[in-house]
């Protein structure tokens, strides 16, 4: 269970929805999900808290389900960008203190901003950007965008570092990179020191600038 429960309200039952709907159940979350296909509702209501066919641009359909009452939104409206961006108004305006919403696009996302959402999502443009990633680093084994220019990676440790200490490979003054945890085989270090050792399997997680991780990534 979640230990801050929260409530949370998903529109829109697309595959980003949906998941996202089932995750905040799975940690314990109570979640009303909206969306305008019957389907949709039906194959997700055994799932979540509450499954509601409704038109979420109706003000008054929103009011009636308690909108107003939930401490964060998720905005999940796919192909209609003005649907979505009505939405995310209406529901800032009812003074929900968290609308998180997704958007098609940098432009869609740059107004989703200016009506009120709190933070915009780019789900297909984040996948595949992390996708791209793994793809061109050979020993990233994932990777994680956290602000512009700023991300998490998991690296393999490489032959050149094994049986080096975290001081002698210096990271941090060679690439401006912080190493934040270190994962060997089904442990987790989540407060690497100077003198841990590097071994052949350990991954290390690292947070940093992407032009640095892309630098360090070979090295």
């Given at each position: 269970?979640a ?9 829109g ?96 996302g ?19 950007n ?87 990534d070979?090295?």
């Amino acid at each position: 269970m979640a230990r801050n429960k929260k409530d949370f309200l998903v529109i829109g039952l697309g595959r980003f929805g949906e998941s996202v709907a089932r995750s905040l159940v799975e940690r314990g979350h109570e979640v009303l999900a909206i969306d305008l296909d019957e389907d949709l509702v039906r194959e997700l209501s055994p799932v979540v808290t509450h499954a509601v066919q409704a038109n979420a641009t109706d003000e008054n359909a929103l009011e009636s389900l308690g909108a107003r009452n939930f401490d964060v939104a998720i905005v999940a409206i796919g192909d209609n960008v003005y649907a979505n961006t009505l939405v995310t108004l209406m529901l800032k305006e009812m003074g929900l203190p968290c609308v998180i919403s997704k958007a098609k696009s940098k432009i869609h996302g740059k107004i989703l901003k200016k009506v009120g959402a709190d933070r915009v999502v780019f789900p297909e443009w984040d996948m595949g950007n992390r996708l791209a990633n793994s793809l061109l680093t050979a020993n990233v084994q994932d990777y994680l965008g956290l602000a512009p220019n700023y991300s998490i990676m998991e690296i393999k440790a490489q032959k050149s570092w094994i049986g080096k200490t975290l001081a002698e490979l210096n990271f941090r003054s060679r690439f401006g990179v912080n190493v934040v945890a270190i994962l060997k085989n089904s442990d987790i270090n989540l407060s690497p020191i100077a003198e841990d050792e590097i071994i052949e399997g350990d991954i290390l997680v690292v947070i940093g600038h992407n032009d640095d991780l892309e630098r360090m990534d070979g090295k």
